[in-house]
């Protein structure tokens, strides 16, 4: 079974300073590790995944995510924060039963990031 | 290239109706999820639909039903709805649904059951 913990359910951050959002996950076979993004009233937007290869991930606008085995994290990390990016974002782990079996995507319950002036 | 599409955007139905959600996936992508997001909350497997079989199912009850055509398109069935359905229900598509493969989804229908 896999899930995923997002350890904060809301971030405040100032303009232009790091942005820093929390996930660790649990996966009993190799997972896959996604960001996704959701403005209001929007759908679902991917950030980044993670899929084995490289630990570090670079994803759109700026963002990037470290895969830590060890830890079970994959960290949400962006130098400067932009007004833009205020939003929900949502950690999200996948994982495929050997037997070709799909859980879908689970879902983090979300991190509400807000981006002060 | 467009990229997955839903309908109706907006919905409103009654307690005990029943409704039908549309999905077009991607040009080329053969799988097919479904999710429920509830306000507040991060969305909720349902089912996932690969070359028109069912590949996997949420915690849903039976009143939740899907299929998937042979032009790779998906409906979602909800039979006797209750308030607690009325949530935004997403359609995301992916080539072939593994876990690798990037997963697209569309801005979803907004239901509302009173």
Known sequence: AQSVTQLDSHVSVSEGTPVLLRCNYSSSYSPSLFWYVQHPNKGLQLLLKYTSAATLVKGINGFEAEFKKSETSFHLTKPSAHMSDAAEYFCVVSEMYSGGGADGLTFGKGTHLIIQP | ?114
């Open chain 2, 1 to 114: 290239d467009a990229g997955v599409t839903q309908s109706p955007t907006h919905l409103i139905k009654t307690r005990g109706q029943q409704v039908t959600l549309r999905c077009s996936p991607i040009s080329g992508h053969k799988s097919v999820s479904w999710y429920q997001q509830v306000l507040g909350q991060g969305p909720q497997f349902i089912f996932q639909y690969y070359e028109k079989e069912e590949r996997g199912r949420g915690n849903f009850p039976d009143r939740f039903s899907a299929r998937q055509f042979p032009n790779y398109s998906s409906e979602l069935n909800v039979n006797a709805l209750l308030l607690g359905d009325s949530a935004l229900y997403l359609c995301a598509s992916s080539l072939t649904g593994y876990s690798g493969n990037t997963i697209y989804f569309g801005e979803g229908s907004w239901l509302t059951v009173v």
